[in-house]
């Protein structure tokens, strides 16, 4: 019997956390293992509890998420952290996922696409709610330092490129095969060679490096 994926749930909301948690209660491949109100709760759960994902709300007292999954990652650098949240803010975007967060998805969505995105993260998979990948694009090339910024020499091969450029855009394994017309275990395969060219840690990392070297 598969083992299920432990989730970690934080929120500074009683109902909404409560809530969230029965509705996954009610999916077979998952299990929630623990309850956090605040950033230093979820801490202190993270180390106890050991999760394999954590959902993290990005506005908390004591501390905030941002905070939080920041120092998560650092001790449970297996943990994967998706914040859950109702601010599409620009700065809460960049800053969770360079805090190491894996995704950045909205409290609105559907419960089966919550599941979804919950067993494509314990996979390795990271995800973007559609206008949060907009904006997060947006945010970087905004900024004076990205502006008519001219591509940079890589180490990548042509087709290496047409996928780094298509996953800055917040494009799945299946989006991307689909335009390349190439199967997903291709696009796998590249997108790991990817990250092992450019030293870097995971999907996040590579579509911040493309906007950030006029790659995208």
């Known amino acids: 019997m598969t083992?299920?994926?432990?989730?970690?749930?934080?929120?500074?909301?009683?109902?909404?956390?409560?809530?969230?948690?029965?509705?996954?209660?009610?999916?077979?491949?998952?299990?929630?293992?623990?309850?956090?109100?605040?950033?230093?709760?979820?801490?202190?759960?993270?180390?106890?509890?050991?999760?394999?994902?954590?959902?993290?709300?990005?506005?908390?007292?004591?501390?905030?998420?941002?905070?939080?999954?920041?120092?998560?990652?650092q001790a449970l650098p297996t943990c994967q952290i998706i914040m859950l949240t109702t601010f599409d803010d620009e700065e809460f975007i960049v800053q969770s996922l360079l805090a190491g967060a894996c995704?950045?998805?909205?409290?609105?969505?559907?419960?089966?696409?919550?599941?979804?995105?919950?067993?494509?993260?314990?996979?390795?998979?990271?995800?973007?709610?559609?206008?949060?990948?907009?904006?997060?694009?947006?945010?970087?090339?905004?900024?004076?330092?990205?502006?008519?910024?001219?591509?940079?020499?890589?180490p990548l091969t042509a087709r290496e490129l047409e996928v780094l450029k298509l996953l800055a855009k917040g494009t799945t394994n299946k989006g991307i095969a689909q335009a390349l017309y190439v199967s997903e275990g291709t696009v796998k395969n590249h997108v790991s060679n990817i990250l092992m060219r450019l030293d870097l840690r995971d999907r996040t990392q590579a579509a911040i490096y493309a906007v950030e070297n006029g790659l995208s």
């Open 3 to 73: 083992a299920k994926i432990r989730i970690l749930l934080v929120d500074d909301q009683y109902l909404i956390r409560e809530g969230i948690a029965s509705l996954l209660e009610l999916e077979a491949a998952v299990e929630v293992v623990g309850i956090a109100g605040n950033g230093q709760e979820a801490i202190a759960q993270a180390l106890d509890l050991k999760p394999h994902i954590i959902l993290m709300d990005v506005r908390m007292p004591e501390m905030n998420g941002v905070e939080a999954t920041a120092q998560i990652r």
């Open 103 to 154: 995704g950045y998805l909205m409290k609105d969505i559907p419960p089966q696409d919550l599941v979804q995105a919950i067993k494509l993260a314990h996979a390795g998979v990271y995800q973007l709610a559609p206008e949060v990948a907009g904006k997060l694009i947006g945010a970087l090339k905004h900024k004076p330092e990205f502006v008519a910024k001219p591509p940079i020499e890589t």
